[in-house]
């Protein structure tokens, strides 16, 4: 998870802006059901 942390700070760097907005961050190794189907919604700002 720390990689996570580390690797969102380095973009938040590059891109300028700041983290201490609200975000979320989720990571898992696996899932408890591996027939479990999952949805992601997700948002991506990419500098000009």
């Known amino acids: 998870m720390a990689q996570l942390g580390d690797g969102a700070l380095r973009a938040a ?3 300028g802006f ?3 907005r609200p975000i979320t961050l989720v990571g ?3 899932l ?3 027939d ?3 949805e992601v919604e997700a948002t ?3 500098a000009d």
């Open 36 to 38: 479990l189907l999952i």
């Open 18 to 20: 700041d983290l201490v």
């Open 28 to 30: 898992v190794a696996a």
């Open 32 to 34: 408890g059901e591996p």
């Open 13 to 15: 760097e590059k891109l």
């Open 44 to 46: 991506a700002v990419l």
